[in-house]
């Protein structure tokens, strides 16, 4: 059973430039979770993606945006970048079954560094 | 809103030596809870989780208790080792749209 995995695992950007990370889930899961985690912090919630919609959304502003396709893999796409976009991105999967909590399986990340 | 406070880091301890990590919550429902680690370089694993008031989660020889009446959930271990070196994270849940974090605890564990 593959894990989740995320590509690339680290990129460097300049301010105002744009950025797509990728995430593919494990098998079998049908949702996918997008965190930040800047340093020293712990992560907080982007967005979610179940059955290609959004399904949640943190405070993050619509620069952040993101995909999810048939396969159930992701996309998170970030615009015009600022310095304090610099941070270690995660990515989650779980299979989304109605009533209790589903398990959340994290990526090892992307680092992005915004200069 | 929702919210986690826990410890700050780091925490050093020697091996074998007991540990506890306080966490506290705050939450408009009834959340699910959990504590997870992050060895270095490597994403978010759970380590245990409690669903409701007065559930004990174990995993590995760590333990917390669910406490709905002090909000909390604080992880134990009897006698950790150096392989435990990790960052912590407490987080709550109260569907199944998100995970909240607290800022996280360094432990640091020598021989």
């Known amino acids: 059973e593959t894990g989740v995995t995320q590509s690339p695992t680290h990129l460097i950007k300049t301010r105002g430039q744009q950025v797509t990370l990728r995430c593919s889930s494990q098998?079998?899961?049908?949702?996918v979770s997008w965190y930040q985690q800047a340093l020293g912090q712990g992560p907080q919630f982007i967005f979610q993606?179940?059955?290609?919609?959004?399904?949640g959304r943190g405070n993050f502003p619509p620069r952040f945006s993101g995909l999810q396709f048939p396969n159930y893999s992701s996309e998170l796409n970030v615009n015009a970048l600022e310095l304090d976009d610099s941070a270690l991105y995660l990515c989650?999967?779980?299979?989304?079954?109605?009533?209790?909590?589903?398990?959340?399986?994290f990526g090892p990340g992307t680092r992005l560094t915004v200069l | 809103g929702d919210s986690v406070t826990q410890m700050e880091g780091p925490v050093t301890l020697s091996e074998e030596a007991f540990l506890t990590i306080n966490c506290t919550y705050t939450a408009t429902g009834y959340p699910s809870l959990f504590w997870y680690v992050q060895y270095p370089g490597e994403g978010l694993q759970l380590l245990l989780k409690a669903t409701k008031a007065d559930d004990k989660g174990s995993n590995k020889g760590f333990e917390a208790t669910y406490r709905k009446e002090t909000t909390s959930f604080h992880l134990e271990k009897g006698s950790v080792q150096v392989s435990d070196s990790a960052v912590y994270f407490c987080?709550?849940?109260?569907?199944?749209?998100?995970?909240?974090f607290g800022t996280g605890t360094r432990l640091q564990v020598f021989p």
């Open positions: 989650a999967s779980s299979l989304t079954t109605s009533g209790a909590y589903n398990e959340q399986f």
């Open positions: 993606y179940y059955r290609e919609e959004e399904n």
């Open positions: 987080a709550l849940s109260e569907g199944t749209d998100k995970l909240i």
């Open positions: 098998s079998g899961h049908n949702t």
